[in-house]
C-alpha cells in the first residue's frame, strides 16, 4: 500500500496548516495512521495517531493542543489541522499505517514518502 502526504508549506508563525494522508489501496486494512515529524538532526518524533475503527485518538503531549488528527472514510484520507505553527514545528511531516496502537515509529510498517512545514517567525 502506499500513503501521500501532502499540504505541507512555508508559513508564518501563528499560521494553520492541514496536511493529508490518502492510502492507495481503499481494500487494504490496518489499525492505526499516525503522523510523524522529523527536522533536521533529530530524531522522527510522533505527532498524532487515529484508528480506522473507533477513530479514536492519541497525541504528543506537548501538541494536543494545537493540533488535530482526524479522518475521511469515504475519502480514504487522514488530516492534520495544525494551528498556531511555531517555528519549532519546522520538519518533514510523515504518514505512516501500523496494524498496533503505538506512538512507536518502529511500529509502523507503511510510509508516505513526507511534506515539509517550514515555520518562520
Known amino acids: 500500500v502506499q500513503l501521500q502526504a501532502s499540504g505541507g508549506g512555508s508559513v508564518q508563525a501563528g499560521d494553520s496548516l492541514r496536511l493529508s494522508c490518502t492510502k492507495s489501496d481503499r481494500t487494504f486494512k490496518v489499525y492505526a495512521v499516525g503522523w510523524f515529524r522529523q527536522a533536521p538532526g533529530k530524531e522522527r518524533e510522533f505527532v498524532a495517531l487515529i484508528t480506522t475503527t473507533n477513530t479514536r485518538t492519541i497525541y504528543a503531549d506537548s501538541l494536543k493542543d494545537r493540533f488535530e488528527i482526524s479522518r475521511d472514510s469515504a475519502e480514504n484520507t487522514v488530516y492534520l489541522q495544525m494551528n498556531n505553527l511555531k517555528p519549532e514545528d519546522t520538519a518533514v511531516y510523515h504518514c505512516?499505517?501500523?496494524?498496533?496502537?503505538?506512538?512507536?515509529?518502529?511500529?509502523?510498517?507503511?510510509w508516505g514518502q513526507g511534506t515539509q512545514v517550514t515555520v518562520s517567525s
Open positions: 505512516a499505517a501500523s496494524y498496533m496502537l503505538s506512538r512507536n515509529k518502529d511500529q509502523y510498517h507503511y
